[in-house]
């Protein structure tokens, strides 16, 4: 019997421009860790940035180690304020005994090779002040503005519209550890550096399709917490081979990568979703989990006009709870590779090949380079094995065809 399965032929969106690379931990040990970070090859600015990082993962370390899985997890957001001037801020979630949430925000000249504070920044800190107090009193209608002691300015993100202040425990002498964000409009302020506005040429390109046959030995590679700089290469590998996988993204990197998010689609592979900053999801509210996958989704359709069907959940874990809060179908795999943890190709193929049958879902990673190193030797074991690959989409498509006979 032959019954084939067709992508459907789908217009998608991109958009160019050159972004840094995003440097991606992912731990799963003792304790769960997920560290995203912007790398931008201005050594000052990168060394700031990951000194910061090791210091917070170093102290979590030993703070944390009579604890189990205690979990850090530090995310970014990127500016480019104007050609000179980066703005970026890590937000660092601690969950253990106690819960922690802070800020740490650069802000860079590459011109005069200096970091930036607010004052250099905006004209008139009096009333930036009145406008934070203004901002905290339309948004918190019971904010006590005694509470108000000091305003700091050291943490706030620049975007088209506004200048987000942070204002932490510290600053409100508040009993709880909430980040409380305050939007001030640009416009209202007198701004003492240029913000340039987005801009994106967006042009139109086709997906391929590819046709599977009822009886064919199938299977999935699937990579995890990317977009990195790696993605490329394990995207070359794929099409060396005729190959494809399933990506399934950390939606807070994924600006940064668009031309490769586009490249996965051109080449027929899925993109699916997993999360915005790789929390453990277990612990999150409905809403703040709705907020993981959406903000996701919104991310790759923006970068490439698709919108992922399949969620996978970080560390693997998750309730059947969080799972009816969305649409998305949960994809687990059958076939872990380790690579992160064996950091050996030998050890990873080893890994994959003896425990891959039928409909396999092989779980890999394009956050480093094992599973780069790994990746040729896997596809063509599997190929002389007559194994033929397919997205899991299609994956799960022809499992059902093959249940409904
Ligand atoms: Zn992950």
Redesign the pocket.
Same mark, same amino acid.
């Given at each position: 019997m032959k019954k084939s399965i067709l992508l459907l032929v789908t217009i998608i969106l991109i958009t160019g421009c050159s972004k840094p690379e995003i440097k991606t931990t992912?731990e799963n040990n003792d304790a769960l860790v997920s560290i995203n970070y912007p790398v931008t090859n201005i050594n000052a600015l990168d060394d700031a940035v990951s000194t910061y990082v090791n210091q917070t993962y170093n102290n979590f370390k030993k703070s944390y180690k009579h604890l189990t899985k205690p979990e850090l997890n530090i995310t970014y957001t990127y500016k480019e304020l104007n050609d000179d001037v980066i703005n970026i801020s890590l937000n660092t979630e601690i969950n253990a005994d106690k819960n922690i949430n802070k800020i740490k925000t650069f802000t860079y000249d590459k011109k005069t090779k200096k970091f930036l504070s607010m004052e250099d920044i905006v004209d008139d800190l009096d009333a930036l002040d009145y406008d934070i107090k203004k901002a905290l009193l339309e948004k918190y209608q019971e904010a006590d503005m005694d509470f108000l002691s000091n305003v700091n300015y050291d943490y706030f993100t620049i975007d088209d519209e506004n200048l987000t202040i942070y204002l932490g425990p510290a600053e409100l002498k508040s009993q709880g550890n909430e980040i409380i964000y305050l939007d001030i409009p640009l416009n209202s302020l007198k701004m003492l550096i240029d913000i340039d506005k987005s801009n994106g040429s967006d042009n139109y390109i086709n997906i391929k399709k590819r046709d599977i046959n009822y009886d064919d030995h199938i299977v999935a590679l699937t990579f /995890? /917490?990317g977009p990195s700089k790696y993605t490329d290469k394990i995207l070359n590998i794929l099409k060396k081979y005729d190959a494809c996988a399933t990506f399934f993204v950390i939606g807070n990197k994924v600006d940064f990568y668009d031309e490769t998010l586009t490249k996965m689609l051109k080449n027929g592979n899925e993109i699916g979703n997993?999360s915005y900053s790789?929390k453990w999801l277990n612990r999150l509210s409905k809403e703040e989990f709705e907020e993981e996958i959406t903000k996701t989704q919104t991310e790759v359709q923006k970068a490439t006009g698709f919108t992922p069907k399949l969620f996978r959940p970080?560390?693997g874990g998750y309730t059947n709870k969080l799972k009816s809060y969305t649409d998305l179908t949960f994809v687990l795999w059958d076939v872990d590779s380790s690579d992160w943890k064996v950091k050996n190709k030998d050890k990873i193929i080893n890994n994959i090949i003896p425990n891959v049958k039928d409909g396999s879902i092989i779980l890999m990673h394009d956050n480093h380079e094992y599973a780069v190193n790994a990746l040729e030797d896997v596809i063509k074991k599997l190929q002389e094995k007559g194994y033929k690959f397919v997205t899991v989409s299609e994956l799960l498509e022809l499992k059902k065809i093959r249940e409904n006979e």
């Open positions: 992912i /995890d /917490d997993h790789h970080t560390y």
